[in-house]
């Protein structure tokens, strides 16, 4: 029997509720509109054409929304594909929670809320903590239901927190090893780095960039929100915290060539670079490898340069 999307094979038809996870538009050579849908469940997703699409199709195919398929498991290019039959947003669709369709992180929200925030109580320096603890508390909700991403790495429900928990385990780790490295700093620029997706995703089920996060991004939006809050906080406009942990945010992604304003000049800036590198890729290739079976080769991974690993049989 099977117990989820990732069971379907090349050949199978499928007969239930996916969820639409990722939606873009495109016009055949003839000129005819169509959807590209990304369909799934919490165990696996597959993508599917949505043909002749209309107005009203557009506005209502949109990503976050449980629809009823039938449809074929087809072939295309060497990966699965959904041939749709029949697709529809019923009242028994309505009826399911988007977010019971997603994966979901291996660690209970509960779990990564109380090491966040006994991080937060355990730094040093109060301008820090006060300025880590007035945006958890800002996002207290968004923060542990978001994703990470949109597909490449942490895309899931809890992703975020997920992500940022991880990450600030390697972080100690890395304090510990090298102790002139400053902790609050750090640990701050690990929790802040990425909160800025909250505003850049629709919402937890749907990762479609909102005006701003198209325009602006989630950089930009976090190093200016920094500021704000701590305006909000009486700190004075010229302390080097408030600068510091701005710095880490705007240069977290290494370049500008992936997005950042500044490279790193700082050591605690750097070293957050390559725990976020480490993450988000060590978590990209641990899903291609968990759906690939001993002796084999997992799908190509857009986030490793697009290479194929092997996965070993012993």
């Not at 994966?103 to 006994?118: C, R, Y």
């Not at 906080?233 to 510091?244: A, R, Y």
Request: aromatic letters at 8%.
């Amino acid at each position: 029997m099977k117990q989820g999307f990732k069971d379907y094979s090349i050949g199978d038809t499928f007969d239930g509720f996916l969820l639409i996870k990722n939606v873009t538009r495109g016009t055949t050579s003839t000129g005819a509109p169509y959807l590209n849908l990304r369909l799934g469940d919490a165990t696996a997703n597959m993508d599917a054409k949505f043909w002749n699409a209309t107005e009203d199709d557009v506005a209502a195919y949109t990503a976050g929304t449980v629809v009823e398929v039938k449809a074929i498991v087809s072939e295309y290019r060497g990966a699965p594909q959904l041939q749709l039959q029949q697709i529809a947003i019923n009242e028994a669709a309505k009826q399911k929670d988007p977010k019971d369709f997603m994966e979901k992180a291996p660690v209970s929200k509960d779990e990564l809320q109380e090491e966040i925030e006994q991080t937060i109580f355990n730094m040093q320096n109060d301008t820090i903590r006060g300025i880590v603890r007035a945006f958890i508390e800002r996002y207290n909700y968004e923060f542990f239901v978001y994703p990470a991403a949109t597909t490449i790495h942490h895309d899931f429900v809890s992703g975020l927190a997920y992500h940022t928990v991880s990450m600030l385990r390697i972080a100690k780790s890395l304090c510990d090893l090298y102790p002139v490295l400053n902790k609050d700093v750090l640990y701050a620029g690990v929790i802040l780095h990425d909160i800025g997706k909250i505003h850049e995703f629709t919402s937890a089920t749907d990762t479609t960039r909102t005006r701003n996060g198209s325009l602006l991004g989630h950089i930009p939006i976090m190093t200016a929100e920094i500021r704000e809050v701590a305006k909000e906080l009486s700190i004075e406009k010229e302390s080097e915290e408030v600068t510091l942990l701005q710095h880490m945010v705007l240069s977290h992604h290494g370049g500008p060539e992936w997005g950042s304003a500044r490279t790193p000049l700082i050591q605690e800036a750097e070293i957050l670079h390559y725990i976020d590198m480490v993450d988000a890729k060590m978590n990209a290739l641990s899903k291609a490898l968990n759906k690939t079976d001993p002796g084999g080769f997992t799908e190509k991974i857009f986030a490793l340069d697009n290479r194929s690993f092997y996965k070993p049989l012993i």
